[in-house]
Structures are given as structure tokens and as C-alpha cells.
Nanobody, 125 residues
Framework: QVQLVESGGGSVQAGGSLRLSCVVS????????MGWFRQVPGEERETVAV???????VAGASVRGRFTASKDNVKNTLYLQMNSLKPEDTAMYYC???????????????????WGQGTQVTVSS
């Protein structure tokens, strides 16, 4: 059974950096799309970045140029490097896996069927 476990969240001041990790276990999913998402209570979940099987990542407009998604297929780990953090980046961050192997990754979270438990990121001004 596939499991995703995030880590690396915490509290930082604006302008700081954090690196989130997401370890995938229980199967070989390097050929699948994965994504990072975030959610603030009372708001809709937002797609932060999506990365394809080849490691090409696309970041959302609100984080582009500051956040970078990457992965290490040997370690079965997905990363999100977050630089120049802003208070509006405060949220619970989740990694997710598309259980369907696709040639093109979708942006919408409804395509990602397996989720981690989330890790909280808090940015203070």
C-alpha cells in the first residue's frame, strides 16, 4: 500500500527558506506525476507545483521564481524548496501522487489519489 509522508515544515520569518520532503513508500511510482498542494483553513486547496515522471516541474504563478519542486527517484522522495517566503505562504502543505500513469500531468488536485498527512508552514512578518 502506497504511503506518502511529508516533513520539513516549520515556522520561519518572511524572507526565509524551507525545504519540504515527501517520501513515497509501498510501490514504484517514479513514472507517475506528483504534486505539492497547500491549504489554508476555510479556503480551497491550491496547487503549488506539479512534477512529471521525467522530473520536469511547473510551479504555480503565486510561487513561481521562489519555489522549486524536484525529486530523487533513487530515494523515492519529492522535494519542495521554498525561498523568499512570505506570510501569505502560510498553509498546510501536502504532497500527492497520481495513481494513474499519464504522459501529461494534470494541475487539478482531483487527479491525485494518494495524499500525505501534510506539514504546516508558518511564515511570520
Amino acid at each position: 500500500q502506497v504511503q506518502l509522508v511529508e516533513s520539513g515544515g516549520g515556522s520561519v520569518q518572511a524572507g526565509g527558506s524551507l525545504r519540504l520532503s515527501c517520501v513515497v513508500s509501498g510501490g514504484a511510482y517514479s513514472g507517475h506525476c506528483m504534486g505539492w498542494f497547500r491549504q489554508v483553513p476555510g479556503e480551497e486547496r491550491e496547487t503549488v507545483a506539479v512534477i512529471n515522471s521525467g522530473g520536469t516541474a511547473v510551479a504555480g504563478a503565486s510561487v513561481r521564481g521562489r519555489f522549486t519542486a524536484s525529486k530523487d527517484n533513487v530515494k523515492n522522495t519529492l522535494y519542495l524548496q521554498m525561498n523568499s517566503l512570505k506570510p501569505e505562504d502560510t498553509a498546510m502543505y501536502y504532497c500527492a501522487l497520481d495513481l494513474v500513469r499519464r504522459s501529461t500531468c494534470y494541475w487539478g488536485d482531483q487527479y491525485y489519489g494518494q495524499w500525505g498527512q501534510g506539514t504546516q508552514v508558518t511564515v511570520s512578518s
